[in-house]
Nanobody, 124 residues
Framework: QVQLVESGGGLVQAGGSLRLSCAAS????????MGWFRQAPGNEREFVAG????????YYQDSVKGRFTISRDNAKNTVDLQMNSLKPEDTAVYYC?????????????????WGQGTQVTVFS
């Protein structure tokens, strides 16, 4: 069993930065690929970034490449998402996700555990 708790969301002006963090409980955190998804009002939940169990493979949605960076610390059971050059279209609820069987690119339907979500609002 893995429980995920996100933090770090907030209100930021376009061009600014935020860092999201996801804290995981459980001793098996290092066995899971981890990722971040987001969901804007009226939209489907979409993949944003993913990282393999050992951090060796990283995946990003095209719209965030070069702006967002995912990282993990297996000793601390955390996975972070550094978001730079934020745009209004990045506004969404961001969810942390864990997938035991993924190599890093996480498919929404295969997620084993979800966090509760944290709101990110970018204003122009």
């Amino acid at each position: 069993q893995v429980q995920l708790v996100e933090s770090g969301g907030g209100l930021v002006q376009a061009g600014g930065s935020l860092r999201l963090s996801c804290a995981a409980s459980g001793r098996t955190f290092s066995r899971y690929a981890m990722g971040w998804f987001r969901q804007a009002p009226g939209n489907e939940r979409e993949f944003v970034a993913g990282i393999s169990w050992n951090g060796g493979r990283l995946y990003y949605q095209d719209s965030v490449k070069g702006r967002f960076t995912i990282s993990r610390d297996n000793a601390k059971n955390t996975v972070d998402l550094q978001m730079n050059s934020l745009k209004p279209e990045d506004t969404a609820v961001y969810y942390c996700a864990a997938d035991r069987d993924s190599g890093g690119y996480i498919v929404k339907g295969d997620v084993d555990y979800w966090g509760q979500g944290t709101q990110v609002t970018v204003f122009s």
